[in-house]
């Protein structure tokens, strides 16, 4: 069992930043894929970004590449999703995911065995 528990949401101008974290605990593997999705309202859950929690490999969505950056802090079982350049259309509930997904098919929200329970992050413009 892995539990995940999300916090460094908020409201933010379009512009700012914010860094949210996803603290992981129970039965954690190298093999892990740690997932970052976001659900606005009345839309399909959306891939965000992944990393392999041995942090071998990285992947971000098209939507996010180069304003965003994932990482993992292997000490303290948590992984980091900062937000950079905030536009209005990133405005969602962000859910950290885990589970022994392939790397081709990291983008499929239904693969992932593990939610945390989300964090809202707003952007006004």
């Known amino acids: 069992q892995v539990q995940l528990v999300e916090s460094g949401g908020g409201l933010v101008q379009a512009g700012g930043s914010l860094r949210l974290s996803c603290a992981a605990s129970g039965r954690i593997f190298s093999g892990h894929i740690m997932g970052w999705f976001r659900q606005a309202p009345g839309k399909e859950r959306e891939f965000v970004s992944a990393?392999?929690?041995?942090?071998?490999?990285?992947y971000y969505a098209d939507s996010v590449k180069g304003r965003f950056s994932i990482s993992r802090d292997n000490v303290k079982n948590t992984v980091y999703l900062q937000l950079n350049s905030l536009k209005p259309e990133d405005t969602a509930v962000y859910y950290c995911?885990?589970?022994?997904?392939?790397?081709?098919?990291?983008?499929?929200?239904?693969?992932?065995?593990?939610w945390g329970q989300g964090t809202q992050v707003t952007v006004s413009s």
């Open positions: 995911a885990a589970g022994l997904v392939r790397w081709n098919t990291i983008g499929t929200p239904t693969l992932y065995d593990y």
């Open positions: 990393i392999k929690w041995s942090g071998d490999n990285i």
